[in-house]
């Protein structure tokens, strides 16, 4: 995704608060961070900008041997649950054919994206998700600083046992983000018996996608923490109003998807508000490790943070250069 198409005037870094030694500690100690992280690991990486590098990295490895304590935030929508990313069910959704990839119903004569359909990922399958969420856990919990948050995106069906992961891996649940929006999950009548039985769905019609946010604990107080680290709390809308945890998001516009053509793409207008909220003083490095087309990337450019994100798939990767 080309970062420039983001560099709308929404909410440019903001000046802080009067430089007192500590912030100086702090965006040192972020620079230092910064010139670490982004260099580390072998694979093959795009700097995008001075603030921007897009790693091509199966998450996994490349969070495993992170510096440790280098990352302040990470906000990132995981594969869910992890068998429709994998090479079998992502080549059937490039070809065009089933798999956990289904194409919704059009009826408003539109063509609809492929969705992954979360309700045929059967019980050795959530095991294997549960696994794998434990093991990308633990390498965010080493990385993180205290006191760093992360969000992580799901979906009702799969939320609980995912977050469970990261809460047993160490992270402390601190709430949830609900977006509000309009999906195509669930609210269909039973196959096959459409007509028999007209007046039922076979589950609600989903509007709404829960994120979770976690924080790596830390000893002491927030107020200490935000001066040792940067990290601990959220960042407020403003003085006066607290970030919320109900945000309205329609899907993602014709524009994006035009930009990044990648199956799960998140909207520009939703990510800048989580980026924003994950670094408290606007100081740090947020970590997206399932990247796709670079969009939390994007986010952070925009709003003036650092950003470093993996992905996987070299065709996302080539795909967003
Ligand atoms: C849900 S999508 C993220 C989409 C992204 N939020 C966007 O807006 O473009 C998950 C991404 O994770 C990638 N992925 C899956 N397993 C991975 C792994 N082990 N390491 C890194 N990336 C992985 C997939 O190829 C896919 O692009």
Redesign the pocket.
């Given at each position: 995704?080309p970062l420039s198409v983001y560099s709308l005037p929404w909410a440019a870094r903001e000046p802080l608060l009067h430089e007192a030694s500590w912030i100086k500690d702090l965006r040192e100690a972020e620079a230092d961070a910064w010139r670490r992280v982004r260099i580390h690991g072998g694979q093959p990486r795009q700097h995008f900008s001075d603030t921007a590098t897009y790693v091509l990295?199966?998450?996994?490895?490349?969070l495993a041997d992170a510096p440790a304590n280098s990352i302040h935030a990470i906000v990132?929508?995981?594969?869910?649950g992890?068998v429709?990313?994998?090479n079998k069910d992502?080549e059937k959704l490039r070809a065009g054919r089933g798999g956990v990839w289904r194409i919704p119903p059009s009826f408003d004569g539109s063509k609809r994206q492929p969705l992954p359909r979360f309700t045929v990922i059967s019980h050795e399958e959530l095991g294997k998700l549960h696994s794998?969420f434990s093991a990308?856990a633990y390498g965010m919990l080493r990385s993180l600083v205290p006191g760093g948050h992360l969000f992580v995106?799901s979906n009702p069906l799969l939320s609980t046992m995912t977050f469970h992961a990261f809460q047993e891996a160490g992270f402390e649940k601190r709430g949830e983000v609900i977006r509000l929006v309009q999906t195509l999950r669930g609210g269909f009548k039973p196959k096959g018996a459409e007509s028999e039985f007209p007046e039922v769905s076979g589950m609600p019609r989903s509007c709404w996608d829960p994120w979770g946010i976690f924080r790596k604990p830390f000893p002491g107080t927030i107020a200490d923490n935000l001066r040792k680290w940067g990290t601990g709390g959220l960042r407020r809308i403003s003085k006066d109003e607290p970030f919320k945890d109900v945000i309205a998001c329609s899907p993602?516009r014709g524009i994006e998807k035009a930009i990044?053509p990648?199956?799960?793409?998140?909207p520009q207008r939703f990510?800048r508000q989580i980026v924003r909220a994950s670094l408290p003083l606007g100081i740090g490095i947020v970590h997206?490790?399932?990247?796709?087309?670079?969009?939390?990337l994007a986010a952070c450019e925009h709003i003036g943070l650092k950003s470093i994100g993996?992905?996987?798939?070299p065709l996302?990767f080539v795909s967003v250069l």
């Open positions: 995704m990295s199966d998450a996994v490895k490349w990132t929508d995981p594969p869910y992890v429709e990313y994998e992502h794998f990308v995106a993602t990044a990648h199956p799960s793409l998140k990510l997206d490790p399932f990247a796709g087309s670079a969009s939390t993996c992905e996987r798939d996302y």
